[in-house]
């Protein structure tokens, strides 16, 4: 089974950009679909962006529509989510997930699937 790591949290002043990675240390995940999801203090998990393991197809949610961009290096075996004008509603810990079941709008499919630790965003307000 792989493991996915996520990293390139941190803290990032109000309308800052950071650019996060997920990676596996053991295999490629280039065959598989992705997405990110996040979870903020007191609410649940919730969907960001996804995308299936070519590249092609992706999906938003409604909130950073406009304002991140998932991508993905299949030669490098890694998935991105370039976050551009940070507010501090995106404060959260963001989570990898990856998964080889066809990909479904929301990610849905995605959460039966492999999760990394996690890493902190954190814009101040």
Same mark, same amino acid.
């Given at each position: 089974?792989?493991? $996915? $790591?996520? +990293? ?16 596996? /240390?053991?295999? @490629?995940? /280039? @065959? %598989?679909?992705?997405?990110? =999801?996040?979870?903020? *203090?007191?609410?649940? !998990? ?10 092609? @197809?992706? %999906? &938003?949610?409604? =909130?950073?529509?406009? !304002? =991140?961009?998932? +991508? ?7 998935? &991105? ?6 507010? *501090?509603?995106?404060?959260?810990? &963001? %989570?990898?997930? $990856?998964? /080889? ?7 849905? /499919?995605?959460?039966?699937? @492999? ?5 902190? $965003?954190?814009?101040? +307000?």
């Amino acid at each position: 089974q792989v493991h $996915v $790591v996520e +990293s390139g949290g941190g803290l990032v002043q109000a309308g800052g950009s950071l650019k996060l990675s997920c990676a596996s /240390s053991e295999r @490629t995940i /280039s @065959t %598989y679909n992705a997405g990110w =999801f996040r979870q903020a *203090p007191g609410k649940e !998990r919730e969907f960001v962006a996804a995308t299936d393991w070519s590249g092609l @197809t992706t %999906y &938003y949610a409604d =909130f950073v529509k406009g !304002r =991140f961009t998932i +991508s993905r290096d299949n030669a490098k075996g890694t998935v &991105y989510l370039q976050m551009n004008g940070l507010k *501090p509603e995106d404060t959260a810990v &963001y %989570y990898c997930a $990856v998964d /080889s079941a066809p990909l479904l709008s929301g990610g849905l /499919s995605l959460f039966a699937g @492999t999760w990394g630790q996690g890493t902190q $965003v954190t814009v101040p +307000s």
